[in-house]
């Protein structure tokens, strides 16, 4: 093997899939089948994977904080259930694009305000954005519905042909579908040049600019993109719930993001959807043992993990899902916990 | 001769101190220049008003006889002004072969390719197994940075710097804080530089400028003390007196 294709050959490794990819999505695929009764929270898990793989493409590829990340879910959502509501796009699918393409617009508007500046005025802005959607929401309730959210949405089938039932089998499969290309877009697009920059930029912007990378330009585009991404997450939201309320804005739906990603790590693309899965599994278990105090419990999780810090974590507690992460990803997840990075 | 690189009356103050002073220098093209000076002259507060990290209160500085002053960083590296830091400036998470790949691709115009994957492209691949192989990083290719030898990483910020195929290169103090017993592989990758590449060497190192330099400018205080032949500047009473002068304070 001549050094060129060598390095050719090295250069896609990380690019190229695993046999614990697959195992992973067709775990989840079978869990659309196994467990017919669990279809919305399943489907709930989903949307939430989805959203926090919005985040984790600004987050863990471009080191972009964010705590408002909701401002797009949000937009996403009303979106899609004004569409709906007033029949202007009826057909899921291309409904679904449409509001993401409004978060979009929002995001790439936004990212100038986001990309200067460091991370405090990053979490500030962006935490200021989605309060002032939110309140923008609320004042103009004869769109929006106000506190009593948009009402009476009827959702047409899927492509003209699938009904969402009442059990959420449809909407499950269909929000797995759309999370599933989006991942696939995303892992592309992250094994890319393009996606390698980004990585560049977090590690080093002053090294980053210095070999041509045009820095603002490239942060502009991922927090666009992240944007379209949340937006259909929210989107999804509306579609398979019927409703839309002001709390697809709220400060909470950006922080749990937050969590989700502190729990299953950035920078590897899986870390949003395994993240998802634990953390409404540890909200269940802990409603189910104290239904009133349970985010007490989240909270102690989350206090743990971060105080303990992840480093140790990986070499004790979390060594098997550490290997099944690494069968994944194939390489440890870099992971950027804001708190306890240096 | 042509001039590559050219700064005319730049001036740069922070705050009330004024850090370059009604600077004019002229860098020959295919020249080993060198810019020394005692410490806190202003000569790394030169190097990144040259490059576009800091403006200049006035003055122009021109590339090639353009007018580079108002360009961004970035722009400055794809018209061929590369540069090295005098404290390592590299990617920690990041493979020697991410890292120079990044730059030939950027070069190349396919930095802002999404779709293509990395490693797909036989003309970028070639750059990169070349660059790797001439900075013996080979083997360290897919080791992340941070976990590299010091003197493996100044190689790869030389290696990088280079990957932009510069026709301005700046190297800010290249062999600082590189063990003697890999000195010699830095001295030799500088050493073997193609001749049309200019070259502006800041360094503190005596034996290093005297050894490489064909032209010597002198920084004091931000401004310039004199310019010249080595041997011409090596006699200078002037520079003689701030080089014991900054000697005699530093024991």
């Given amino acids: 093997m001549s050094a060129a294709s060598d390095v050719g050959h090295h250069a896609q490794r990380q690019a190229r899939w695993h046999f614990g990819e697959a195992a992973f999505w067709l775990v989840v695929l079978a869990c659309g089948f196994l467990f017919p009764s669990r279809y919305l929270i399943m489907t709930d898990i989903l949307r939430l994977a989805l959203f926090a793989m919005s985040l984790d493409l600004i987050l863990g590829y471009a080191g972009i904080v964010s705590l408002g990340h909701a401002a797009f879910f949000g937009v996403g959502a009303y979106a899609a259930g004004l569409l709906a509501l007033h029949g202007i796009i009826n057909e899921p699918v291309l409904a679904l694009i449409a509001a993401g393409l409004a978060a979009m617009v929002l995001g790439f508007a936004t990212s100038f305000l986001v990309i200067r500046g460091v991370d405090l005025t990053r979490l500030m802005v962006t935490l200021g954005i989605a309060l002032l959607l939110e309140a923008l929401a609320e004042r103009f309730s004869n769109v929006t519905g106000g506190t009593d959210g948009l009402q009476g949405i009827e959702m047409q089938p899927i492509l003209g042909a699938i009904p969402f039932d009442m059990f959420g089998k449809a909407g499950f499969f269909y929000s797995l579908a759309v999370l599933f290309v989006l991942f696939l877009l995303a892992r592309r697009i992250v094994h890319s040049p393009f996606g390698l920059s980004l990585r560049a930029i977090k590690n080093n912007p002053l090294r980053a600019a210095a070999i041509g990378i045009p820095v603002n330009r490239r942060l502009i585009a991922i927090y666009t993109l992240a944007a379209f991404y949340a937006g259909i997450a929210g989107a999804l939201f509306t579609q398979t719930t019927a409703i839309a ?3 697809v804005f709220a400060f909470d739906r950006s922080a749990d993001l937050m969590l989700v990603l502190v729990i299953g790590g950035t920078g590897y693309l899986y870390g949003g959807l395994i993240g998802a899965v634990i953390f409404r599994m540890l909200q269940e278990v802990f409603s189910t043992i104290t239904p009133q105090y349970w985010q007490f419990w989240i909270g102690l999780v989350l206090v743990v993990i971060v105080l303990v810090g992840r480093q140790r974590l990986h070499y004790g507690v979390l060594f098997l899902p550490n290997l099944l992460i690494k069968q994944i990803a194939g390489r440890k997840a870099v992971v950027s916990v804001p708190e306890s990075d240096t | 001769m042509t001039i590559a690189l050219e700064t005319q009356n730049l001036e740069k103050t922070f705050g009330g ?49 353009h007018d580079i002053t108002d360009l961004p960083v970035h722009k400055r590296v794809l018209r061929g002004l590369s540069r090295t830091f005098q404290i390592n400036q590299l990617y920690p998470d990041l493979t020697p072969l991410e890292t120079i790949g990044l730059a030939v691709s950027e070069r190349l115009g396919h930095g802002g390719d999404w779709w293509r994957r990395m490693g797909t492209r036989s003309d970028v691949n070639g750059e990169i197994a070349d660059l790797l192989s001439r900075f013996h990083l080979l083997d360290a290719m ?28 700046l190297l800010d103090e290249p062999a600082a804080g590189v063990p003697e017993s890999e000195r010699h592989d830095i001295l030799a990758v500088v050493g073997s530089l193609p001749r049309d590449v200019t070259v502006l060497l800041i360094e503190h190192d005596m034996d290093l400028v005297f050894s490489f330099a064909d032209r010597i400018s002198v920084l004091v205080s931000g401004a310039l003390l004199t310019e010249g032949a080595p041997e011409q500047v090596a006699r200078d009473p002037q520079v003689k007196a701030v080089y014991l002068g900054e000697e005699a304070v530093n024991v």
């Fill in chain 1, 245 to 247: 309320s002001l709390d």
């Fill in chain 2, 142 to 169: 897919n080791e992340q940075t941070v976990t590299l030898p010091y003197g493996k990483q100044r190689l790869l910020e030389i290696a990088v710097a280079i990957a932009a195929k510069p026709r301005v290169l």
């Fill in chain 2, 17 to 65: 101190l004024r850090v370059t002073r009604d600077l004019s220098l002229k860098i020959e093209q295919g020249a080993r220049h060198a810019l020394i000076g005692p410490n806190g002259a202003g000569k790394t507060t030169v190097i990144n008003q040259l490059t576009g990290v800091l403006k200049p209160n006035s003055g122009r500085i021109l590339l090639e006889g």
